[in-house]
């Protein structure tokens, strides 16, 4: 079945970068374009960014020039760097597609 597990959460200053992981199985992980939502405390989850199949990356407005996604599609395995984080990125961050999803890993940035 299909398997999502992110990691690299954690607990950042502002102005400070995370990188997160989403290793992937349990499908053709190259056939498919990735995501990467998040949710913060009493939000409704909200897009961050993808990248499609073959490597076209798309990104929400506030991201932009910040994060960057990509994908390794020999290890399986999409990220999410996260550079010049602000106190409004604090959230859990998912990585998925369609109906699969990961559980999710918290990003708190914080003094």
């Known amino acids: 079945q299909v398997q999502l597990v992110e990691s690299g959460g954690g607990l950042v200053q502002p102005g400070g970068s995370l990188r997160l992981s989403c290793a992937a199985s349990?499908?053709?992980?190259?056939?498919?374009?990735m995501n990467w939502h998040r949710q913060a405390p009493g939000k409704q989850r909200e897009f961050v960014a993808m990248?499609?199949?073959?490597?076209?990356?798309f990104y929400e407005n506030s991201v932009k020039g910040r994060f960057t996604v990509s994908r390794d599609n020999a290890k399986a395995t999409v990220y999410l760097q996260m550079n010049s984080l602000k106190p409004e990125d604090t959230a859990v961050y998912y990585c998925?597609?369609?109906?699969?999803w990961g559980q999710g890993t918290q990003v708190t940035v914080s003094s």
């Open positions: 990248i499609t199949h073959n490597g076209s990356p």
């Open positions: 349990g499908f053709t992980f190259g056939s498919y374009g």
């Open positions: 998925g597609f369609g109906t699969n």
